[in-house]
T-cell receptor, first 112, second 116 residues
């Protein structure tokens, strides 16, 4: 089944404790992206990647890191999480630019 | 810079009534336009998209949208609302940025309530 998977689905952590949210797609898509969704703000792009080793900042990259060492994986790293990063995070992938994005199920992160 | 404006964070319609969700964008060049739907506790899924060609785009579940360049709008409509249409709807704009990479901007979303 073609899908985007994220792990974990739910995470509660404390300020400053490094964490990684994994994202994997099995559709051989080149384009992958991370978003955060907050009430009243919609989805805001954090980082995106056009292909292996090619990444760029989105609208809200501060406090986040990403890497794209393999085509299928695009992990999101929070080196020192803070409470303002409490949010619902989505990973998405698409075959090419301007194509439909396929979204993962989301990761709900709470930083205390 | 591009932006997307969705008028109305909440819209209520009666079952069987017309659904109209508004989306306006600002972009210096014609963008690619999308509507996504998010059901509770799920990720987003594509309803329809406009890239080039016909300005009236038909999507899944009876939804359609019309690209009006002169009005910079891409409103979503459905002739007759169904209870299962209750969800949050997001308009999105995609175009290349100055670095030649794809840049996607989402609107803030409109929650559709369908009243029996």
């Amino acid at each position: 089944e073609a899908q985007v998977t994220q792990n974990p689905r739910y995470l509660i952590t404390v300020t400053g404790k490094k964490l990684t949210v994994t994202c994997s797609q099995n559709m051989n898509h080149e384009y992958m992206s991370w978003y955060r969704q907050d009430p009243g703000l919609g989805l805001r792009q954090i980082y995106y990647s056009m292909n292996v080793e090619v990444t760029d900042k989105g609208d809200v990259p501060e406090g986040y890191k990403v890497s794209r060492k393999e085509k299928r994986n695009f992990p999101l790293i929070l080196e020192s999480p803070s409470p303002n990063q409490t949010s619902l995070y989505f990973c998405a992938s698409s075959l090419e630019e301007n194509n439909e994005q396929f979204f993962g199920p989301g990761t709900r992160l709470t930083v205390l | 810079a591009q932006s997307v404006t969705q008028l109305g964070s909440h819209v209520s319609v009666s079952e069987g009534a017309l659904v109209l969700l508004r989306c306006n964008y600002s972009s210096s060049v014609p963008p690619y336009l999308f509507w996504y739907v998010q059901y509770p506790n799920q990720g987003l899924q594509l309803l329809l998209k406009y890239t080039t060609g016909a300005t009236l785009v038909k999507g899944i579940n009876g939804f359609e949208a019309e690209f009006k360049k002169s009005e910079t709008s891409f409103h979503l409509t459905k002739p007759s609302a169904h209870m299962s249409d209750a969800a949050e709807y997001f308009c999105a704009v995609s175009r290349q940025n100055s670095g030649g990479y794809q840049k996607v901007t989402f609107g803030t979303g409109t929650k559709l309530q369908v009243i029996p």
